[in-house]
């Protein structure tokens, strides 16, 4: 038994990942990550069958487009800490400890900046944002100002309680910069588990509605983050910050902010790609007279294909996370060998990945298996499971791609190459707005599309994803290769490093 414990306890050191078995690091610190990502999922579906278990189909429908606006916002964040994990992960390769702490005591600052912003930001555009994906206040149809009403209700919360996923975000981006990938685990299954219940709490017991769910998010995230930052300030003792480290440190403000804000702005810009496609996909359930069709069968089924899609994806952006730590901490230890094997190694781990998850995606469209998880009975009818599973037939083939752009992505975001990052968020949007505005149009006889039109039509605007990933891998793959294979880059990516 003591010795389980000690094994146990042995998960929560960092691991270095500038040592070592290639193959086997890469595997060890990607398992708790594939696992954060998957409760992460699995909260969202169960989040997602409790709404859809007890709420009728206009809370549903308020939920699944609030859910695509917070992508917009919080994403930013996301991705903002993502790239401020990369300095971190550098100055740990160089084992500078000292540059470490004042690193992240100035991302903190920045931290509380990003939040007054997405706050005040995300609560002014509430209205704005909505109306992007055809949710407007409505005195004529009862069923379509029901939706905006939820999902205003839904989103305010949501954006007021920023805070929470500015600092959640930081923490686990810094545990991971630094090796530790298992304790943010730990933290996010605990908060999975409290999330869950307070769900069942506010929505069932409380009747909350949409309203309890934002709640339950927010106040399991924010407890999440305050037990990470705790837990990292007693365990690793030689990073804890001394009364110098608080000073403010330009080298470290630049620094984090060159990182952070491409990454930024390029997951805001895929997020309104899904904006895009979710209106798309919206008007299939929007009859030729202007109203909204009963049951919302396209944007229920396709709701139902994306989570799957989502929680499916969760293994390949796992791999990719990990690789922004592998990439940063052998880049400040100026170990271009290793980056170039890690990055190999990364694309077999990857094909395998793919293969297992294409399979299991493509299992559970039988029957539509998958919408009895997150619909209750009365909302599935034939027509939500031919929008769920021609969406998920599109899109799980060309998964291929998305694992390529994962690793292209986070190897040149580990890289500190963010311009290119952003240039491929950027071939990302446009590729998608282009085919889900035109694709379907053409395909539906060069007419409007609606709730009549053809499954053909529907298919061009779920080409969307795939067509927008292939677009994204084009811009990125040159600038990525050179990156790790030119001899003159190479030397250009040793020298000048944060670490110095």
Not at 178 to 200: E, H, K, R, V, Y
């Amino acid at each position: 038994m003591k010795k389980v414990l000690q094994k146990f306890v042995h998960y929560f050191d960092a691991i270095d990942l500038t040592e070592g078995n290639i193959r086997k690091r890469i595997l060890r610190f990607l398992g708790p990550i594939v696992l954060s990502l998957l409760f992460q999922q699995i909260y969202t579906l169960v989040d997602s069958m409790i709404v859809g278990q007890t709420l009728d189909e206009v809370d549903v429908a308020a939920v699944n487009n609030a859910t695509n606006i917070i992508f917009l916002v919080i994403d930013f964040a996301i991705g903002t800490m993502s790239g401020f994990g990369v300095v971190i992960g550098e100055l740990m390769g160089a084992k500078n400890e000292e540059g470490t702490r004042r690193c992240v005591i100035n991302q903190i600052y920045l931290s509380f900046l990003i939040t007054i912003f997405l706050t005040v930001g995300g609560v002014l555009l509430i209205d704005p944002l909505l109306a992007m994906i055809g949710i407007a206040p409505s005195n004529v149809d009862p069923r379509a100002n029901g939706v905006y009403e939820s999902a205003r209700t839904y989103l305010l919360i949501i954006f007021g309680g920023a805070i929470t996923q500015v600092f959640y975000n930081h923490i686990v981006s810094t545990l991971r910069s630094i090796g530790d990938s298992f304790t943010p685990f730990m933290f996010l299954l605990a908060s999975t588990l409290l999330n869950i219940a307070l769900d069942l709490l506010f929505i069932k017991v409380f009747g909350l509605g949409v309203a309890g769910a934002a709640f339950a998010t927010i106040l399991a995230q924010g407890l999440a983050a305050i037990g990470c930052y705790l837990y990292a300030y007693f365990h690793y003792p030689n990073l804890r910050p001394k009364k110098e480290d608080f000073k403010w440190n330009q080298k470290y403000i630049l620094s984090s902010l060159k990182n952070g804000l491409p990454m930024g702005f390029s997951f805001s810009v895929l997020a309104i790609g899904i904006i895009v496609m979710q209106s798309a996909i919206d008007r299939f359930d929007v009859t030729p007279e202007g109203m909204a069709v009963a049951g919302l069968p396209a944007e229920l089924g396709y709701g139902a294909g994306c989570k799957v899609i989502n929680f499916l994806m969760a293994p390949l952006n796992a791999l990719g996370m990990a690789m922004i730590s592998f990439h940063s901490q052998n880049l400040g230890a100026r170990n271009l060998d290793r980056i170039k094997k890690g990055f190999k190694a990364s694309f077999l781990i990857g094909f395998v990945i793919y293969l297992i998850v294409m399979t299991i995606g493509l299992l559970l469209t039988i029957n539509g298996a998958y919408q009895y998880f997150f619909l209750s009975q009365d909302k599935i009818t034939a027509a939500s499971i031919r929008y769920g599973n021609t969406y998920i037939y599109i899109a799980m083939p060309c998964f291929f791609f998305l694992m390529v752009l994962f690793l292209l992505r986070n190897t040149l975001q580990g890289l500190e190459k963010t311009i290119p990052n952003f240039l491929s968020g950027v071939g990302e949007l446009v590729a998608r707005v282009l085919i889900c505005y035109f694709l379907p149009y053409m395909l539906n006889g060069f007419t409007p599309t609606n709730s009549v039109s053809s499954t053909l039509a529907y298919a061009g605007a779920c080409l969307g994803d795939p067509l927008a990933w292939i677009a994204s891998c084009l811009v990125m793959i040159y600038p990525c290769l050179k990156a790790i294979y030119s001899k003159k880059n190479a030397v250009f990516l040793l020298e000048n490093r944060t670490n110095k």
